[in-house]
C-alpha cells in the first residue's frame, strides 16, 4: 500500500501482514506508537507488525511472538530517490535508524540470542 501526501511530494510504503481466517470482534485503529504500547499494556490486545521491539521503550510488560507458519514476511527498509543525494542529516538518521533495529528484540531473534 502507499500513499501521499497532499502536495504530493512525498510518497508513503507498507506492507501490512494479513491474516485471513481471524475474526475480531472489535478492530481499533491507533496513530501513535505510546497510544498503542498503551493498549497492548492494558488490554487482551495484539498487534500484528515488524515485531521488533526496543526494551528501553516498551519494557517487560510486551513482547513479540512470531506468527507460527507464516508464509508472508514484512521487510523493513528505506526508499531514495535515484538521483537525490543523500545529506548528512539524511545519512544520520538512516544510520540512527538502523542502529535501533540492530538494538530491537524480534520474537525468535530474541531468544536465538539469549
Do not use: H
Request: hydrophobic fraction near 40%; glycine fraction near 4%.
Amino acid at each position: 500500500m502507499y500513499d501521499t501526501d497532499k502536495d504530493r511530494t512525498r510518497i508513503f510504503f507498507s506492507e501490512e501482514v494479513i491474516i485471513p481466517d481471524m475474526s475480531n470482534k472489535k478492530l481499533i485503529y491507533v496513530t501513535d506508537r505510546s497510544s498503542l504500547l498503551s493498549m497492548l499494556r492494558n488490554t487482551n490486545s495484539f498487534n500484528i507488525g515488524t515485531g521488533c521491539l526496543l526494551p528501553d521503550i516498551v519494557g517487560d510488560a510486551i513482547i513479540s511472538i512470531p506468527v507460527e507458519d507464516c508464509i508472508d514476511m514484512m521487510e523493513i527498509g528505506w526508499l531514495k530517490l535515484k538521483n537525490m543525494k543523500m545529506t548528512q542529516e539524511m545519512t544520520l538518521y538512516v544510520q540512527l535508524l538502523e542502529d535501533s533495529l540492530n538494538r530491537c528484540t524480534c520474537g525468535s531473534i530474541a531468544t536465538e540470542q539469549s
